[in-house]
């Protein structure tokens, strides 16, 4: 399974952003896809999951201004990204793995497949 993330850049406070992570293949018709987050120095976060059936979690930092979503056809996962803040800057990966019978996605970054990351950078 190969993942590749697009659309990260450099904006100022306030922008928006959509990322993109295109996956090769699912492995399974149940599934997890996320997307995760990390800045210099800290541990890998959990940003937003979707499943197979489209049921999405988001992260309480970014509820309200992040929206994950998927394109099953174009085997495509978004997250789109507004009002950034500074405290959003980070690498953001792209993570996919089987989802087990009647399991919620986890938030941990324990996903079997990542993608190599995007930069985003928000300046004050």
């Known amino acids: 399974v190969q993942l590749v993330e697009s659309g990260g850049g450099s904006v100022q406070t306030g922008g928006s952003l959509r990322l993109s992570c295109i996956i090769s293949e699912y492995t399974s018709d149940r599934y997890c896809m996320a997307w995760f987050r990390q800045a210099p120095g800290k541990e890998r976060e959990g940003v937003a999951m979707v499943d197979n059936s489209g049921n999405t979690k988001h992260a309480e930092s970014v509820a309200g201004r992040f929206s994950i979503s998927q394109d099953n056809q174009k085997k495509t996962l978004y997250l789109q990204m507004n009002s950034l803040k500074p405290e959003d800057s980070a690498m953001y990966y792209c993570?996919?793995?089987?989802?087990?019978?009647?399991?919620?996605?986890?938030?941990?970054?324990?996903?079997?497949?990542w993608g190599q990351g995007t930069q985003v950078t928000v300046s004050s």
């Open positions: 993570a996919y793995d089987q989802r087990r019978f009647a399991a919620s996605c986890p938030v941990a970054p324990t996903y079997a497949y």
